[in-house]
Each structure stands twice: as structure tokens, then as C-alpha cells.
């Protein structure tokens, strides 16, 4: 299930220092032999308590985080969407990614440039969003001049299409974004396919200074991004990305004493994370014991036989039931026998909607 967040910002605000981050604290590739990763992609262990404690009172001979991609675009300017700079590329890579982790600056040093010679979160957030909004216009432009001819036609699908393209159009014109608009289901299914850059959920990552590490929500510029997050709808986290990049490299002991002499429990990495595989509708199932115990991605909404296919498709296509004991229940009375005994072991069949943290052994026949 190979989704990615591409990683968007202007020149000098600390995405590539958070991208090496990300790459420092990669995935063990030797568990994944048929991935190919380009240089430009990052693979990280989605973490995961719960994996630890399964582990504990399951024991297998080996653990298996479930991955997530992050992509590194390079630094967007002013007059992208005329090609200006890598503009075309820019916009190109932003279209094959699955969500947006917009970075903003939130720091000052004088050491480092500006792009528009201050640090000013508000207008950096509107040079990118101008800029994707200006190339999703064009797109829509020229879809509306390819359906109209069919649409007056009468052909169905050129009219459902047509009118979504004017839903939208107006929307584009006044500055906001594709995701502001609310879509029936099947005018949803339309939106997807234009592939429009400013249709895809967004993460704001203000790159605040140190020092604000222990409490974001104290720092003006962090401040500034926040409000025009929650303006929106989308999500925000405040990451120091210089920070990150260094703990990423630290062994556990090293990165814990590290993180408690910043006054934080958890790394702003692992942080962005889970919030980018939650903002995709992913979610984890977990097989356990014997050779591994192992962490499974799939999206909220799937049933059974679909989230089996997930481990291979002889076990979707032979898919006969799913014996399921939800990690709650496995937290709580710390054995399977216990489990079984309090008649918390569910069959389940086609119908079942996978929950997340359901532990699952599926029974099949080819």
C-alpha cells in the first residue's frame, strides 16, 4: 500500500533538514527485499506502541513495523505554476504524492536567508497555496474547454464532470482551496480523478526554533501557522527540524535522554508520522506470534477478505473467516487463553469491517 506525503515548502525553511531527518530514521530496508526507493523517498517505521506489547505476551521471533513514504520536493518559488524555477517538476512530483506536508518557517536567524527577506509564515503559506491554486485554474480551464462540447451533447459522465468543473472553478478564482468544498459521493469519485494539487489533505509543519520545542503553542510564528491551519481544517504540528534531524541519528537511550533534556516525550518526527498516516485513512491491523509479529496497513473502512488480500491475495481469494482479538482485549487479560476463556474471540466473516488494532488470524482455502 505504497502512499506518500510529499514534503512542500519555499526555499530555506528547513524541509530538506526535516526530509534528512526522515531519511536518518528509515526503515530497515532488508525487511522489504522488492521495494525500490528513489533517492528523493524516505520510508519510516510507522510507531507504534501497541506492536511492543503484543510482542511482550506473544512472543515471535521478530518484529515488523508497518511503513509509511515520505517524498522531498524540491523548493517551490513564486511564479511556479508559469513554470518558473523547477515549477513545472515542482507541481509534477506534488501530483504522484497522496498528501501535503507543507513546512513554514517559524524561526529566526539571521544566518539563514529568507525569500522574501523576513520571516513572515502567513505570506509563505499564500505563495504556495497561490501558486497550487493558479495551476489546479489552469487544469480546470482546460478540462471545462475538453467536456463542454460532450456535456452539451448530453453525454452523463461530460455532464457530471462539467458540473463539478464549475463547482470548483469559482472556489479556485476566490483563492481557496479544492478540499474547502464539500462533495456528494460521486462527485467525489469525479474530483479524484482531475488529480487537482489542492484537492489533496494538508499537514502545516511550522519549523520552530528550539527553544519552543517544550510548548509550540507559546511561540508567535507557530501562532500565525495554527490559526491559518484551523482556518482550513487542516492539521499542524510545531517541529524544531534541525532538532529532529539529530535525534534521528541517536541510539533509543540516546534519543530519550535527548528528548527529556528538550522537555518532550516524544520525537516531533514520530509526531508527523502518525498524523500523516491518520490523515490518509490509514490504519493498523496486527498478526502475531510464531516467526514475526507484525504491524499491517490498510485504509479505515475495509472489510475482511480486502484486508486479508493485504498479506496475500491466496488469502483474500480463499478468504473463509477472520478469528479476531482486538488489542484492547489482549492489553486487559494478557494471554490468549485468558482471552478465549472471557469468549472475547470473534469470528468474523465477509462482512466485517477491519477496526484498527484488531489482531487477526485469517482462515483460507485455494
Given amino acids: 500500500m505504497a502512499l506518500t506525503a510529499g514534503i512542500v515548502g519555499l526555499p530555506n525553511v528547513g524541509k530538506s533538514t526535516l526530509f534528512n531527518a526522515i531519511t536518518k530514521a528509515g526503515a530497515e530496508m532488508a ?33 515488523v513495523h508497518t511503513t509509511f513514504e515520505f517524498t522531498d520536493i524540491a523548493g517551490l518559488v513564486k511564479g511556479a505554476s508559469k513554470g518558473e524555477g523547477l515549477g513545472n517538476k515542482f507541481l509534477e512530483n506534488i501530483r504522484q504524492t ?16 529568507s525569500v522574501s527577506g523576513k520571516v513572515d509564515p502567513e505570506e509563505d503559506i499564500d505563495t504556495i497555496n497561490l501558486e497550487l491554486i493558479y495551476a489546479d485554474l489552469d487544469s480546470v480551464d482546460r478540462r471545462i474547454g475538453k467536456v463542454q462540447k460532450m456535456a452539451q451533447q448530453k453525454d452523463k459522465e461530460a455532464m457530471a464532470e462539467y ?17 474547502s468544498i464539500k462533495f456528494t459521493d460521486d462527485e467525489a469519485k469525479i474530483v479524484k480523478g482531475l488529480f ?64 527529556a533534556a528538550e522537555g518532550v516525550e516524544e520525537s516531533g518526527l514520530d509526531r508527523l508520522i502518525r498524523a500523516a498516516y491518520h490523515l490518509l485513512g490509514l490504519r493498523t491491523f496486527f498478526t502475531a506470534g510464531g516467526k514475526e509479529t507484525r504491524a499491517w496497513t490498510f485504509h479505515q473502512g475495509m472489510k475482511a477478505p480486502q484486508v486479508a488480500g493485504v498479506i496475500h491475495s491466496d488469502f483474500e481469494r480463499g478468504f473463509i473467516r477472520a478469528e479476531v482479538v482486538s488489542f484492547e482485549d489482549l492489553d486487559k487479560y494478557e494471554s490468549m487463553q485468558k482471552i478465549k476463556e472471557a ?10 469491517e477491519v477496526q484498527d488494532g484488531d489482531i487477526i488470524e485469517f482462515r483460507f482455502n485455494v
Avoid: W
Avoid at 458540473?163 to 481557496?176: R, S, T
Avoid at 508567535?220 to 539529530?246: P, W
Fill in 343 to 352: 469468549g472475547r474471540v470473534r469470528l468474523e466473516g465477509k462482512e466485517y
Fill in 31 to 63: 525487511n522489504y527485499p522488492f521495494a525500490t526507493i528513489e533517492p528523493n523517498v524516505g520510508m519510516v517505521e510507522v510507531p507504534d506502541k501497541r506492536l511492543a506489547r503484543i510482542q511482550e505476551l506473544i512472543p515471535a521471533k521478530k518484529v
Fill in 163 to 179: 458540473n463539478v468543473l464549475q463547482k470548483i472553478k469559482p472556489v479556485l478564482e476566490a483563492g481557496d482551496p479544492v478540499r
Fill in 196 to 259: 487537482l494539487l489542492t484537492s489533496k489533505p494538508v499537514i502545516y509543519v511550522a519549523n520552530i526554533a528550539e527553544e519552543s520545542m517544550a510548548d509550540p503553542e507559546s511561540d508567535k510564528y507557530y501562532q500565525i501557522v495554527k490559526a491559518h491551519a484551523d482556518k482550513e481544517g487542516a492539521g499542524c504540528l510545531g517541529i524544531s527540524a534541525a532538532i529532529e534531524e539529530e535525534i534521528a541519528g541517536l541510539d533509543d537511550e540516546e534519543k530519550e535522554e535527548m528528548l
Fill in 98 to 113: 497522496d498528501a501535503i506536508v507543507h513546512v513554514v518557517r517559524a524561526f529566526d536567524d539571521e544566518n539563514i536567508t
